[in-house]
Structures are given as structure tokens and as C-alpha cells.
């Protein structure tokens, strides 16, 4: 690898742009998932970012004509926690790089033994964080084949991320914490775990 | 062969060749992986959690601890999706100090990066120069923020406070010592016949299965797809700057140190150009004071190419003084873990903190 007249500071060989899956624009994927799926929401927020509202059973269907289309790169899955709503949102982000634009694929799915299709037969990189997600908000994902112990080891308590755990109240009766908090504590923290918004 | 014997061992987190906090437990059929599985989790301090607690500009504080060598990134997409709720316009001189923050950032978690691999294959000096260097950054920073690693000086509409006069002068003083220092890291660590040996041919992987598994940054620029946030989902002052991207073809351990290296030269180029470029003006848009700092309701993505791979930020906002929820999207929790545990198979165990070097696995990104 020795090259008398390189330049450090150049690209040694760029290869400009040599994947270009497609080419359809951001609004034109909306349009055709709004056309193709009864009972979608669609909504443009701008070039780059569209949303789509879906009911937890056509999610796969939505999942799939978006990949099919481009949007193959699976950004992120992230869970919400809507206790006012008794729902759990599941958030599927992914990126198109053709179309250069992020759709949100958003469903919500009843807060009571939470469960939902995994996606991992469709977007691989799912499988880790459906596995997470599992493990601190409880929801269930059949499908993923590798739903084991994540991060929190012989837990015992109810998944942590969910908005009616008390990290505070928990830690003072498993470990049995005897310390006197000042009184100009925030109120969230000794309420229900940080959901006052006020 | 159906019945073979497997032994496994547990590999870190105390591990000396280990990157960062986490672990292995390898099955080994002799000194051959059979079977990884990652072990995360022992940096793990619930930030996400904690962010739900604390109000949005307390939150500032704690975002950058989630990535250790290139924490700003974290504050730029945090700040990037709150801007965005808001719809608050940031002025173009804050954007352009952003830029070249990130950058520095870039090139130190490069150093950082590119010392490791010469650790991990028994070449210690590289890490001494790289790490060396690094520091002369960490005291541009220091210079800049009050602060070495976590600056804590990106906030929603712009930055804490302008440059001081002479800082531009200094960090040009530092990329022309980096510049100059470039080749030595050339010769030492690539013209070096160990490097050849140990990193042509390393867990190659190709684009189409690279994009199958959400691999990011320059681990998927080594693949040969050209494609980076800066240029492809602009943030920022990366529009206007001109800048290379790099790739390579092959996807081996040898392609993903070369885009590292490339990558810093590109930086350098950047920042002198952001220095040329930057306009006057303010560097902070007119926001609530933080304490009555409120967010609408709403969400938002932003992403950010790190010196690792794609950074996002997913904000939830219900109205008020705390976010509703925080969702990191850090690139190792990607290939760290899934894609980790996929390449390692078939190689012997004295490969396996190169490869985790190669492609530069951050933990701290993976437990938040």
C-alpha cells in the first residue's frame, strides 16, 4: 500500500453514487401506500419526513410495500408509552436512500398483555430492538426469534421504561434505601415517574 | 462433525483488548468463534429514563454521556429535533460553529478509533501519537466550551456563546499539525505488512447485506455505497461546505480503517472551509429562558452522521416543561450487537477485539 504522491487529505478512489435503488419521491411513496392500503393516514411534514398512521394489522403489509420501494434501511423501532390513552405506540422509523427521506410508520396497540407481530422476517435489524423494547416496556413481539435477557439481568420489577414505574419508590423497597430526600425535590419524582407535564 | 465440543469463555469487559465497556461470551471450537453473544449493559444508566425527569435544557447535560469519544453529536440531534418542534430558526454563524465542533469531534474519535486498531494488532505507538494529537482538539475545546469531553455547549437555537477571537487562528495551528501528522500515521500503520496481514480480508461484508442489517457510517461506506447524512439529509452548515465522501470497495476490516483514515483529511477540509466561509451575525436564536423552557406538542427525528455511523434523536413532546419520551438510535445498537455477533463466526478468537475495533463498536451507544 505505498504511494509516493498521495495526498493525505483527498479521497483515494470515490465512487460517486453507485446505489440508486430508486428514485420515486417522498410524497409519491405516501400517495401509493395511501392508494394501495385502505385505512392509512398519511401526512407529508416536508420533502424528507412522512408519517404514516396504521392499524397494528396492516403494519407488516405498509412495512413491506416501503420496502419494496426503497425504504429499505430500518432506522429505529421505539415504543411510547401513552398511559392517558391505556396504548402503547410502536414507532417504525425507515430511510429511503433513493428517495432520501424518512417515513414513521406509527400504530398503537391496547396497553393490557401488549403484543404485536415482530418484523424481523422483514427488517432484520429489528430483532435487537424489539428485544429491548420487551424488556422495558413488556411488550411482546411473537415472531423474533431471540426475545432472551437484554441488559437487565435477574430483574425481578415491572419493565422499567413504562411510565407508571417509579424508579425512586422501586430502588427504596428492593434495596431498601432508608435516606431522607429534601423537601424541594420536584414533585415528578415523587409522583408517578416524571409523566407531570404541568 | 455434527457433535462437535464447544468451550465457552467470557471475553471482557475486563479484557485488555476489549473496546469499551462490554463483553463477549464466545463459544470456541478450538481457537475458532463457533458462536458470540454480545453482553451489554454494564454502562447502562437509563438515560432515556432519566430525560423523561428532567427538564428539556437540564437534559442538554446528560446527552452527550451517551457516546464518550464523539459526544457532540448527541447534543446537535437533540437540539436539531427540539428546533424542529418549535420551529425554531437557527442562525447560519451558530450552524457553522456546530459544523466545525462536529467535525473536530470527528476527527478525534477517529484518532481515538484508528489508535485502537493499532493496539488491538500489538502496535502500540500508533495509539500514543493518535492520542496524543487528540488532546491538542480536546484543548481546542477546552478553549472553546470550558470543558475537555463533554461540552455541553450545543442548545436548542443555536450555541452557548460565540468563538473567541483568536480561537480560529488556533485551530488552524492544530489541523496544520494533524495534516502534518497524517503521513506518519500512513506509514506507520498501513505501510506496515502486520496491518496487510491482519485487517485484507477481515469479516468483508457487501453493500446489499450491510443495508439488510442497518450498518451505518463508514463500516457501510467500505461497502462501496456512497451515502452520508452531512450530504444526503443536510444539517447544520454542510450544504454549503464541499467535501468528499469516502468509500472503498472491498468491506473488509482493511476498506473500513482506510475510510477512518480518509475521513480525517476530509474534516480537516472541512473545517477550513467553515472557518473561511462563516458569516457574522448572532449565534443564538431568541428562546424562553431554561428553566420556563417549554416544548409544543409534537415529535421528531433528527439525524446525524457520527464518526461511527447514523445518530438519531426521536423527541416526543406532550406540551411542557419535561419530554414526553427520548429515543436514541446509537450505530452500535445495530452493529454492535446483531451484526457483531454475525461476522464473528469463523474467526479465531485473537481476531475478535480487531474486529470490534474495525468496526468501531461504541458501547456506551448501545446501553444510554
Not at chain 2, 123 to 133: A, I, K
Amino acid at each position: 500500500m505505498v504511494e509516493d504522491s498521495l495526498d493525505h487529505t483527498k479521497a483515494m478512489d470515490p465512487l460517486k453514487g453507485d446505489y440508486k435503488p430508486g428514485s420515486i419521491k417522498l410524497e409519491g411513496a405516501l400517495e401509493r401506500i395511501k392508494r394501495l392500503i385502505d385505512g392509512v393516514e398519511v401526512e407529508a411534514r416536508s420533502i424528507k419526513r412522512g408519517v404514516i398512521k396504521v392499524d397494528p394489522k396492516l403494519k407488516d403489509l405498509v412495512l413491506k410495500n416501503l420496502k419494496e420501494m426503497g425504504f429499505d434501511h430500518f432506522v429505529l423501532l421505539t415504543c411510547i408509552d401513552l398511559i392517558d390513552e391505556d396504548r402503547f405506540e410502536l414507532v417504525y422509523h425507515t430511510w429511503s436512500y433513493g428517495t432520501k427521506g424518512l417515513i414513521m410508520v406509527k400504530t398503537t396497540i391496547d396497553r393490557e398483555d401488549p403484543s404485536i407481530g415482530s418484523v424481523v422476517p422483514i427488517f432484520r435489524p429489528a430483532i435487537t430492538y424489539e428485544r429491548e423494547i420487551k424488556e422495558m416496556f413488556g411488550v411482546d413481539f411473537p415472531g423474533n426469534p431471540r426475545l432472551t435477557q437484554f441488559i437487565l439481568e435477574d430483574w425481578e420489577g415491572p419493565p422499567p421504561m413504562r411510565k407508571d414505574f417509579n424508579a425512586l419508590q422501586y430502588s427504596v423497597e428492593r434495596f431498601g434505601t432508608d435516606i431522607r430526600y429534601p423537601k424541594s425535590l420536584p414533585p415528578h419524582l415523587l409522583n408517578d415517574g416524571g409523566d407531570d407535564n404541568e | 462433525m455434527s457433535d462437535f465440543k464447544t468451550t465457552e469463555i467470557i471475553f471482557g469487559p475486563q479484557h485488555p483488548g476489549i473496546h469499551g465497556n462490554f463483553g463477549f461470551r464466545l463459544e470456541l471450537d478450538g481457537d475458532m468463534v463457533h458462536r458470540a453473544r454480545v453482553v451489554p449493559g454494564y454502562l447502562h444508566r437509563a438515560f432515556e429514563k432519566l430525560m423523561e425527569q428532567r427538564t428539556w435544557m437540564q437534559n442538554i447535560a446528560i446527552v452527550p454521556r451517551i457516546c464518550v469519544p464523539d459526544p457532540d453529536v448527541n447534543e446537535v440531534a437533540y437540539s436539531m429535533a427540539i428546533e424542529e418542534i418549535m420551529g425554531l430558526e437557527v442562525p447560519r454563524r451558530a450552524d457553522y460553529i456546530r459544523t466545525i465542533i462536529l467535525e473536530l469531534s470527528r476527527i478525534g474519535s477517529h484518532l481515538m478509533g484508528l489508535g485502537g486498531l493499532g493496539g488491538a494488532i500489538g502496535l502500540y505507538t500508533l495509539p500514543m501519537w493518535t492520542n496524543g494529537d487528540r488532546d491538542y482538539i480536546l484543548d481546542l475545546f477546552e478553549q472553546l466550551t470550558g470543558a475537555r469531553v463533554y461540552h455541553i455547549f450545543i442548545w436548542p437555537g443555536g450555541v452557548r456563546w460565540d468563538m473567541p477571537d483568536n480561537w480560529p487562528r488556533k485551530v488552524r495551528k492544530v489541523l496544520d499539525h494533524i495534516e502534518k501528522q497524517l503521513p506518519s500515521y500512513w506509514s506507520i500503520f498501513f505501510e506496515s505488512k502486520v496491518t496487510d496481514a491482519r485487517l485484507i480480508g477481515l469479516s468483508p461484508f457487501d453493500s446489499d447485506w450491510a443495508i439488510a442489517n442497518s450498518v451505518t457510517g463508514p463500516n457501510l461506506r467500505a461497502t462501496g455505497v456512497s451515502y452520508d447524512i452531512r450530504r444526503d439529509d443536510p444539517y447544520a452548515a454542510y450544504e454549503d461546505l464541499d467535501f468528499d465522501v469516502i468509500t472503498r470497495k472491498d468491506g473488509d476490516g482493511m476498506a473500513r480503517a482506510l475510510v477512518r483514515y480518509f475521513e480525517v483529511g476530509q474534516s480537516i477540509r472541512i473545517i477550513r472551509e467553515a472557518l473561511d466561509k462563516m458569516p457574522s451575525g448572532p449565534v443564538r436564536a431568541k428562546t424562553p429562558p431554561p428553566m420556563a423552557f417549554m416544548v409544543p406538542p409534537g415529535d421528531a427525528h433528527a439525524r446525524v452522521e457520527s464518526s461511527k455511523g447514523e445518530y438519531g434523536y426521536y423527541v416526543v413532546s406532550k406540551g411542557g416543561k419535561y419530554p414526553y419520551r427520548v429515543h436514541v438510535r446509537g450505530p452500535s445498537f445495530t452493529h454492535g450487537i446483531d451484526v457483531l455477533e454475525q461476522v464473528l463466526r469463523g474467526y479465531e478468537i485473537s481476531d475478535t477485539a480487531l474486529i470490534t475495533g474495525t468496526l468501531d463498536v461504541c458501547p456506551p451507544d448501545i446501553d444510554r
